[in-house]
């Protein structure tokens, strides 16, 4: 297994485009994290999935925002209208549990024009 | 609300000598600790890490110590090399997620 995967590496969208990413996470780890980084900041947490079921959402995940981890395998987060605010590193994480092998993808940068 | 906080964005240290980064907390509810290392346009890349349970622990040249009466986790290189060159990350988990400081640059100086 060669560790979470993310795609695209980079997206770059004008203002009110739509935008989904995709990440694939060590195939048995059965939770899943979104995180969001922006420049001179640290990441910081969107969502969480176990399996299919999404369980927490920060108040950082707007309506514009929607991850979906359908068969409990890879995930999407998509984007909608974006805005220019919304240009910054998308990071995918799994684990096994809680904190055990909790790993981080390479991320998605995104920029919106 | 930052929960978690490195205080210095950028450190300097020559090589061979000892790198000390620095983080503080406000919860004290966080289980548990990493220190995390990124590269330009790479994700986090776990370092080491400590639960709440212990004060110190060692992974070759990587030591990482927690006072918790003090809210207060360091790491500490020694020695350093150049190719330790990156941001590091100081980040605190509880419930189901990490909380991130805002990083520190570290320059390795050959």
């Known amino acids: 297994d060669t560790g979470v995967s993310q795609n695209p590496r980079h997206k770059i969208t004008k203002r009110g485009q739509n935008v989904t990413f995709r990440c694939d996470p060590i195939s048995e780890h059965n939770r899943l994290y979104w995180y969001r980084q922006t420049l001179g900041q640290g990441p910081e947490f969107l969502t969480y999935f176990q399996n299919e079921a999404q369980l927490e959402k920060s108040r950082l995940l707007s309506d514009r925002f929607s991850a979906e981890r359908p068969k409990g395998s890879f995930s999407t987060l998509e984007i909608q209208r974006t805005e220019q605010g919304d240009s910054a590193m998308y990071l995918c994480?799994?684990?096994?549990?809680?904190?055990?092998?909790?790993?981080f993808g390479s991320g998605t940068r995104l920029t919106v024009v | 609300d930052q929960q978690v906080k490195q205080n210095s964005p950028s450190l300097s240290v020559q090589e061979g000598r000892i790198s000390i980064l620095n983080c503080d907390y406000t919860n004290s509810m966080f289980d548990y600790f990493l220190w995390y290392k990124k590269y330009p346009a790479e994700g986090p890349t776990f370092l080491i890490s400590?639960?709440?349970?212990?004060d110190k622990n060692e992974d070759g040249r990587f030591t990482v110590f927690l006072n918790k009466s003090a809210k207060h986790l360091s790491l500490h290189i020694v020695p350093s090399q150049p190719g330790d060159s990156a941001v590091y990350f100081c980040?605190?988990?509880?419930?189901?997620?990490?909380?991130f400081g805002t990083g520190t640059s570290l320059t390795v100086i050959p």
């Open positions: 980040a605190a988990f509880t419930g189901n997620q990490f909380y």
């Open positions: 400590i639960s709440s349970i212990k």
């Open positions: 994480a799994s684990s096994i549990h809680g904190v055990d092998g909790y790993t």
